[in-house]
């Protein structure tokens, strides 16, 4: 009687770690099917995109998409990655892709986890540039395969937006 006690024991201990073990790797399977951001960008229904101009990591769980939607204008949205999706927390702007200038502006400010950020991004029309600051910050460069460049730097919102930017491309 003792042995099949501790038979059903040991059965129920090796079915209990089988199925914790086939849990994680539903899990892990469905993780990595979710974090195509490609495929959510294609399948969003918030996000109406022509052309993808380019795609940057810009921190730990989060990406900045540049795009266009016909028109010859780009938007940047600012996408957070979650535990099984992605959210996006902002689509800033129209700017135009052909400027005789050498750089077009966008600011926004947006909520992001319950903290104000502000996105300032922008087109840059020197291909060969391989630094670019803003008002003497660092702003990540994203280049295209079209002879332009994006730019933009993410920091928190200091409460106040100046109208007076220098953008200098090195």
């Not at 979710?34 to 995109?49: C, N, P, Q, Y």
């Given at each position: ?37 490609t495929r959510f960008i294609m399948s969003s229904g918030s996000l109406d995109v022509n052309e993808t101009l380019s795609l940057d990591e810009a921190g730990e769980d ?109």
């Amino acid at each position: 009687m003792n042995d099949a006690r501790h038979g059903f024991k040991r059965r129920a201990i090796v079915i209990g770690i089988l199925l914790i073990l086939a849990g994680a790797l539903l899990f892990c399977l469905f993780r990595a099917g979710s974090r195509d951001i490609t495929r959510f960008i294609m399948s969003s229904g918030s996000l109406d995109v022509n052309e993808t101009l380019s795609l940057d990591e810009a921190g730990e769980d989060t990406y900045v998409l540049f795009f266009t939607r016909g028109g010859g204008t780009a938007y940047c949205a600012v996408i957070e990655e979650r535990l099984f999706s992605y959210d996006i927390s902002e689509i800033s702007g129209q700017l135009p892709l052909a400027s005789e200038k050498p750089y077009t502006l966008m600011i926004s400010v947006y909520d992001a986890d319950g903290e104000k950020q502000q996105l300032t991004w922008g087109v840059l029309n020197h291909s060969d540039a391989s630094e670019v600051t803003v008002n003497g910050r660092e702003a990540k460069l994203s280049p295209t395969q079209y002879g332009f460049s994006f730019f933009y730097l993410m920091e928190p919102y200091s409460g106040d937006i100046t109208d007076e930017y220098t953008v200098v491309a090195n």
